[in-house]
């Protein structure tokens, strides 16, 4: 129990934090208590389940919607295929979307199954010339606002963990990167913040084109991920005119993206559904009912999060431990309004809760449109 009581601070960007958050046992959901036997708890027990709750709530998901479950699909299919021999390159997966809709963590989870699946399939160990290496079948990075090629290569050896990974030139570092991406038989590269490259100055280009030598280099899928990389100029390598027409990445690089979630179609109400009740299957509140989030909160959490999947979920978290904290044990609007969340959120809230009161928008199976409403 002391166990679950922590959080996980691991870090993905080492081989030791991928390792423990792809292969530590999910999170146990806490066992639902009435609020007679809340007050019946001893003191210190009670201060231990509420903290246990408040960790259960702030890691609720994935939740596999239907836009997730699509990505999954693309980069199964673009992974699965990428068989080719090592003297040819490997396609590409990019994952471009607006702030706040999970890309991190869809990426993180697609990355987490494949390490899994990889490790079942052939094993932890790599028999090489004798000995055996560790199989590490996927590697994780966090660009940085400063990353040149050399610190980009010097990433990838921090993370296989390599001594003197910070020493050497940048080729140096790239060659030994690439002996452990052969040696550990990684075969999936996830880049993350791809959009802090600028390739309007010489540091974003050298990086961006360091991509294109690692992907003729090293057996692998790269899949970066990313905001706004086609208006960046990543796909096109900064050319522009019939200059673009040149760009070798925007031949290489299968762009997916994740949408809003959105109620102004039927499908987009159905799918907003199914992310609800996935959620309020998950919350642990003694007076929680069928119905709490799924029906009569789904408008309000709408106009809320304006159906950025980030905000959601901060509300949500945010309302469990002042429902915790408070003893109400419930969530409801008027709980909600007292947590503020972030600032895109907020702003958004006041359009559309006079959409929704207007009746030109509703979560709803069937929308209430003024007659002669588009």
Known sequence: MLAELDERDWNPSTKTGWFAMAETPARRRPRSHTAEELAAMAPRD??????????????IGPIRTPGVDALFEALEEIVGANRQDGDKVKPTAVLDALPGLGKTTAA????????????????????VFG???QRIPVVYLGLTS???????????CRFYGLPGADRGTADWLAQRAAECVANCKTRLVIVDDVHFLDVNRRDGREVAN??????NTFPVTFLFVGVGLRTRGLLDEGLSGADAAFSQT???WSVWSLDPFEIATKAGRATWRQLLLGIERELVLARAYR???????????????????ASLMSLISRGCYRAVKTGTEALTAELLDTVRIDQAAEAAREHL???LAAGLLTSGADPLRRKGAA
């Not at 119905?291 to 999947?309: I, N, P, Q, T």
């Open 46 to 59: 009670r201060l231990a389940y509420d903290h246990a709750r408040a960790l259960w709530h702030a890691n």
């Open 108 to 127: 993180l989870a697609f990355g987490q199954a494949f390490h899994r699946a990889q490790i079942e399939c052939y094993g932890s160990h790599v028999a």
């Open 131 to 133: 000995g055996a290496w």
């Open 146 to 156: 400063n990353t040149t090629m050399r610190s980009l290569n010097a990433m990838l």
């Open 210 to 215: 360091h991509f294109k030598w690692l992907a």
């Open 250 to 252: 925007a031949r290489r």
């Open 291 to 309: 119905g709490m989030v799924g029906r009569d909160l789904s408008d309000y959490l709408f106009a809320r999060s304006s159906g950025h999947f």
């Open 353 to 355: 809760v006079a959409a």
